[in-house]
């Protein structure tokens, strides 16, 4: 089965330095990822999804991921962080049997400090 | 409005009520879901629907039962809940399950559920 982790629960970093939000995943086919935030007290937000082509994907707000097929891995990244971009970051991928529904990760908590 | 909304925002309930949770997409999407998700562990699909015929039944326990009338609405009805069922659940909606690997799903911004 497909699946994703996401090894840290907290990233600090401060305003202005660049930051990473890391996830791994184990698919058995290609792999189909995408990453969300959520803020307080919302849903979540689609930020980009790698499906192929380009291993750097560009998404919302200035986020974009590496995808590395050798070290199996979907990096989130921004080269410089705003308070405002702190929230609860999940990585996904597509399950590849039934109708590919998403698996999520646990989660990463990003703060952003002034 | 537009995107994915759900109403109410948030609910209190007692473990004998009967209550439901309502979702609406503006997208003119053909796929809805519904998501429970709890602290410290993964979102946990729910349930499925494409076009008004559910898909997907994660093993749900069947105090929650959902109902999609239209493709653009999704209800979750709830009664006889536990204390463990409270968290913050989530509607979706996707374009089109056929769509495959491509599909997006969208969010709304959730319901805070609260069983005393």
């Known amino acids: 089965a497909q699946s994703v982790a996401q090894p840290e629960d907290q990233v600090n970093v401060a305003e202005g330095n660049p930051l990473t939000v890391k996830c791994t995943y184990s698919?058995?086919?290609?792999?189909?990822l995408f990453w969300y935030v959520q803020y307080p007290n919302r849903g979540l937000q689609f930020l980009l999804k790698?499906?192929?082509?380009?291993?750097l994907v560009k998404g919302s707000y200035g986020f974009e991921a590496e995808f590395n097929k050798s070290q199996t891995s979907f990096h989130l990244k921004k080269p410089s962080a705003l308070v405002s971009d702190s929230a609860l970051y999940f990585c996904?991928?597509?399950?590849?049997?039934?109708?590919?529904?998403?698996?999520f990760g646990t989660g990463t908590r990003l703060l952003v400090s002034p | 409005e537009t995107g994915v909304t759900q109403t109410p925002r948030h609910l209190v309930m007692g473990m004998t009520n009967k209550k439901s949770l309502k979702c609406e997409q503006h997208?003119?999407?053909?796929?809805m879901y519904w998501y429970k998700q709890s602290a410290k562990k993964p979102l946990e699909l729910m349930f499925v629907?494409?076009?008004?015929?559910?898909?997907e039944n994660n093993s749900v326990p069947s105090r929650f039962s959902p109902e999609c009338p239209n493709s653009s609405h999704l209800f979750l009805h709830l009664h006889t809940l536990q204390p463990e069922d409270s968290a913050l659940y989530l509607c979706?909606?996707?374009?089109?399950?056929?769509?495959?690997?491509?599909?997006?799903?969208?969010f709304g911004p959730g319901t805070r559920l609260t069983v005393l």
């Open positions: 979706a909606s996707s374009q089109d399950l056929l769509a495959g690997f491509t599909d997006t799903q969208y």
């Open positions: 698919v058995s086919g290609n792999p189909y």
């Open positions: 790698y499906i192929t082509g380009d291993n």
């Open positions: 996904a991928v597509r399950d590849d049997t039934g109708f590919q529904k998403l698996v």
């Open positions: 997208l003119g999407h053909n796929a």
């Open positions: 629907y494409s076009l008004e015929e559910r898909v």
